[in-house]
């Protein structure tokens, strides 16, 4: 009587940008825990391990946190906002509520329409860690901008340069971002977040904010 075929070592999903080196069989080593503060710096100078370690995993405190950030920097780069906290402090705040209520919204929609469009195109990545993880490296990569147009006109060369540095970044990672978490190809990754980096662009990015 013939022995039974070997049984297969667990199957890993591959990460963001390279293969990785065959492992032996057994039990896979635990994973470390993923510290917000790690996610996001790491994003800059180590963005493929950080992809590749923050795969599967939700990140909803760091996306909410850079949310409101990003939309306090946006309310302070706006004229509108100064004369309205001179006439009034208490509308003044009640302004800047509303719109971190719309920045989170908005985050989220940008989060949810991405991971759709991945699994339209055959993609099997989950909702969190896609909307989540989709909404940290978008803020990251627009804070720089953020923090510039605080202090310079928009319309400025440095800043349109910082404008097309970081959100070229940004697409960049949206794309390994995608093609690690839905095990999709290349082309198919960059189709599902084109549509929403380039309405970025438009309308945060390139549109009036003073």
């Known amino acids: 009587m013939s022995a039974p075929p070997p049984s297969r070592p667990p199957q890993h999903p591959p990460p963001t940008l390279v293969q990785p080196a065959a492992k032996k069989p057994g039990a ?9 503060h790690r996610l996001i710096f790491g994003l800059w100078y180590r963005p493929v ?17 850079l949310s409101l950030i990003s939309g306090g920097i946006g309310m302070l780069s706006v004229d509108a906002f100064h004369g ?4 009034d402090r208490s509308a003044a705040l009640k302004l800047v509520g ?10 989220l929609a940008l989060g949810a329409v ?4 991945a699994r ?3 993609g099997s990545g989950r909702f969190a860690p896609t909307a989540s993880l989709f909404i940290v490296l978008f803020w990251v990569t627009d804070l720089p901008r953020l923090a510039i147009v605080a202090w ?31 095990h999709l190809p290349t082309g198919k990754s960059a189709l599902s977040v084109t549509v929403q980096m380039l309405a970025a662009l438009a309308l945060l990015r390139l549109g009036p904010v003073r």
């Open 28 to 36: 896979p080593a635990p994973r470390r825990r993923l510290w917000w």
């Open 49 to 65: 391990e950080v992809l590749d370690e923050a795969r599967d995993r939700s990140a909803w405190s760091a996306a909410v946190l």
């Open 84 to 87: 309205q906290w001179a006439a």
């Open 98 to 107: 509303l719109a971190e209520a719309g920045v989170l919204a908005a985050s």
């Open 114 to 117: 991405t991971h759709a469009i």
């Open 120 to 122: 339209t195109l055959g």
């Open 152 to 182: 310079l006109p928009t319309d400025a060369t440095f800043v349109q340069a910082a404008t097309w540095t970081t959100w070229g970044f940004g697409y960049v990672l949206a794309v390994l971002l995608i093609r690690g978490q839905h």
